[in-house]
C-alpha cells in the first residue's frame, strides 16, 4: 500500500553533493545535534521553511532539568515514569534525568539566556512533576530564545552550511544502511545528497489534526519518511492533546501553557464551577492526558465548547512578568488574562511515539538516526511528562553524535546503482491536495481523537484507506508530499489504536475504559510489509 520511495529516480542521473552529516530539521533537536556534530564533521542541515520555522519556536513553558539542590535525580525520573503510564524505557529515563543537567549547561554555554530570579536560575512547576525544576527564559518564550540562540551559532559556523525551504523526500537506503536523501531544491530541482549519517530532526505530527497548538510545519514528514525506509516505528497511538488552547472566535488554537497552571491557574466549567477535584487528586496539576479528558466531560456535560482557565486571583505584575507573551496574545483577541477568563479546550500536541531508537538515538537502520519530537527513546511512554522533551533532544543529540563518531566511514562504491520505481498517474492539484488535506484532519478528530472505539476507529481507517491513491500519484509539489507523509503517519496511528484495547496514558478506549497491564503493558512496533508486532515494555 505504501512504496518505499515517493517518486521514480535513479542516483546514476541525479546531480550529487556529499557531506559526512544530514541533520533533517532545525528545531532544537537538529541545532543543536548540528553544532555538536560540526566540531568534528562536516554538516548539511535542511530545513523545509526558513531556519526558524519549528515547533521549538513556539515552546513556552520550558526545559526540565533537576537543578534545585531540593530535587533529585531520582524524583524527575519517577514522575516521568509516573506519567508514562507502565510505557517508558527505566533506561532510557535515567539517561535523561541524570544527563538533562549537564544539557542545560551546554545550552548556556552556546547562548541560551534563562531567566534568573536572585542570581539564581528561576524554577516553576508543571503537572506531574513533584519539584520545580522547569527553566524558562523571557518568561513564557522559551522556545523562541534557545532557537534563537542556536541559530546564530549555526548560521555562523563554518562547518554547517544550511539549506533553507528544501524538502526531504525519502532517505535513501542500500542494503540496509542509509546513504543520504533525496531533496528537492525551491526550484523544483531534485538532488542525491549523499551523507556518511542522517539525522532525522524534523518534529511532530499536530496538523494531522483539525485542531492543533502546532505550526504549519508539523506534518510527521520524519515518521512517513523512515517508514517508507523500512525502518521500526513505535507507539503511534500516543498523540498527546494539550488541555488548554486558546478556543475563542477568530483567534488561532494558540497554546496557553502548562505553566499558567502550574503558576496557580485554575479550570472552570461555562458555569464557574472549578471541578478538577472529580477527576484526580492533583487537580489542574494532574497528568495531560487525565486534564484533557476531564475538559471534554465538562464541555459535553455543559453543552459548551469550552471550559475557563482563571488566574485572575494572581497579581498583574506576576501575570504579565511571567507570561508575557500569553498575556499579549490574548489582549491582541480582546481578552485580557489579569481579569479575564480566557476559554480554552484541548488541541493535538505532541506525538509520543516515532521512529524507534536506541540510546544512542540510532534507528533500526543502519546509519539512520532520529532525534527530538520524530524519535521514540523511550522517555515518554504512553504520555509525555512536561518539558521533558526540549531536554530529551540536548540529551540525545549529544548522544547521537557520539555514536557517529564510531562509525567506520560510509563506502561510497556501495551506492552508485540505487534507483526508485512507483507506478504512476498524473498527479492531482493542489486545490485538491487542500481539500484532502482538510478532509484528512476531520477524519482524525472524528474517529482518532481524545477518544476512541472499535467501531469509529475502523470508520476512520476505512476513509483513509480511501484516500491511499495519492502513493500512485505523480509528485511533484512540497504540498503533495507533505500530504502523503500526513496520511502515512494518520495510517499508523489509526492502526495502532485498533489494535490497542485498553486505556494507558494519552490513548483512551470508550469501549476499553482501563488499563490492562496484564495483557497490554507493551508496545506496538510497525514496519513497512511486517504489520505490528507486539513487544513487552522494560518500564519498572
Known amino acids: 500500500m505504501i512504496p518505499q520511495y515517493l517518486i521514480d529516480f535513479d542516483l546514476q542521473s541525479l546531480p550529487k553533493v556529499e557531506t559526512d552529516v544530514i541533520v533533517i530539521g532545525s528545531g532544537i533537536a537538529g541545532l543543536f545535534t548540528a553544532i555538536q556534530a560540526s566540531k568534528h ?50 533506561t532510557a529515563v535515567d539517561v535523561l534525568v ?19 530570579e536572585n542570581g539564581e536560575l528561576a524554577l516553576t ?29 549555526v548560521r555562523t559556523h563554518k562547518h554547517i552550511e544550511v539549506w533553507e525551504h528544501h524538502f526531504v523526500i525519502d532517505v535513501i537506503t542500500n542494503h540496509g544502511e542509509c546513504i543520504g536523501a533525496l531533496v528537492q531544491r525551491p526550484d523544483g530541482e531534485r538532488i542525491f545528497l549523499q551523507g556518511g549519517t542522517t539525522v532525522l530532526c524534523s518534529g511532530g505530527s499536530g496538523q494531522l489534526y483539525r485542531y492543533t497548538t502546532n505550526p504549519e510545519v ?46 496557580g491557574a ?4 461555562i458555569k464557574g464551577e472549578r471541578f478538577m477535584a472529580k477527576y484526580h487528586e492533583l487537580l489542574e496539576l494532574a497528568p495531560r492526558d487525565i486534564v484533557a479528558r476531564a475538559i471534554v466531560s465538562e464541555m459535553e456535560e455543559t453543552k459548551s465548547t469550552f471550559v475557563y482557565l482563571d488566574i485572575t486571583h494572581k497579581s498583574e505584575d506576576l501575570i504579565k512578568h511571567r507570561f508575557p507573551t500569553i498575556h499579549e496574545t490574548c489582549v491582541h483577541f480582546g481578552l485580557d488574562m489579569t481579569t479575564d477568563w480566557i476559554p480554552v479546550a484541548p488541541a493535538a500536541h505532541y506525538m509520543m511515539g516515532g521512529v524507534r531508537t536506541d540510546l544512542n538515538g540510532e534507528s ?23 518539558s521533558n522533551s526540549l531536554s530529551e533532544a540536548i540529551v540525545y543529540g549529544s548522544r547521537i553524535v557520539d555514536r557517529i563518531l564510531e562509525l567506520t566511514p560510509l563506502n561510497v562504491h556501495a551506492v552508485a546503482n540505487v534507483s526508485g ?17 482538510l478532509k484528512l484532519q476531520k477524519t482524525m478528530v472524528r474517529y482518532v481523537g481524545l477518544r476512541r472505539t472499535k467501531v469509529g476507529l475502523e470508520k476512520g481507517l476505512e476513509e483513509l484507506t480511501r484516500q491511499t491513491s495519492i502513493f500512485q500519484s505523480m509528485l511533484r509539489k512540497i504540498e503533495e508530499f507533505e500530504f502523503s507523509n500526513m496520511l502515512t503517519c494518520c495510517l499508523l496511528v489509526t ?27 507493551k508496545h506496538l512496533i510497525q514496519q513497512r510489509n511486517h504489520g505490528i508486532v507486539e513487544e513487552i515494555s522494560d518500564d519498572v
Open 266 to 269: 485554575v479550570l472552570r466549567n
Open 218 to 263: 508539523a506534518t510527521a514528514d520524519g515518521v512517513a519518511i523512515a517508514y517508507r525506509a523500512g525502518a521500526e516505528i513505535r507507539d503511534m497511538e500516543f498523540i498527546q492533546f494539550h488541555p488548554t488552547a486558546l478556543c475563542y472566535p477568530g483567534a488561532p488554537r494558540f497554546l496557553i501553557s502548562e505553566a499558567v497552571r502550574g503558576e
Open 125 to 153: 512547576q508543571e503537572g506531574a512533576h513533584s519539584h520545580r525544576r522547569i527553566l524558562h527564559a523571557n518568561g513564557d518564550a522559551t522556545g523562541h530564545e534557545i532557537v534563537r540562540a542556536l541559530a546564530e551559532q
Open 98 to 116: 541524570n544527563e538533562g543537567p549537564r544539557g542545560v549547561q551546554e545550552l548556556i554555554a552556546l547562548g541560551t539566556s534563562f531567566d534568573v
Open 364 to 386: 533500526s537502520i543502519s546509519r539512520l538516526f532520529a532525534c527530538g519530537e520524530v524519535s521514540s527513546t523511550g522517555v515518554h511512554g504512553a504520555n509525555r511528562l512536561a
Open 41 to 90: 564533521q562536516r554538516v548539511i542541515m535542511i530545513t523545509k521553511k526558513a531556519l526558524l520555522e519549528s515547533n521549538t519556536r513556539y515552546a513556552q513553558g520550558g526545559i526540565a532539568a533537576v537543578i534545585s539542590e531540593e530535587d533529585s535525580p531520582a524524583s524527575h525520573r519517577q514522575d516521568t515514569l509516573m506519567a508514562g503510564a507502565g510505557l517508558c524505557s527505566s
Open 421 to 437: 520505481s512507483v507506478e504512476l498517474r498524473d498527479s492531482s492539484s493542489t486545490q485538491a491536495i487542500v481539500e484532502r488535506r
Open 495 to 521: 492502526s495502532a489504536a485498533l489494535v490497542r484495547e485498553e486505556s494507558r496514558g494519552a490513548h483512551y478506549r470508550e469501549d476499553y475504559p482501563n488499563r490492562d497491564d496484564l495483557g497490554w503493558r
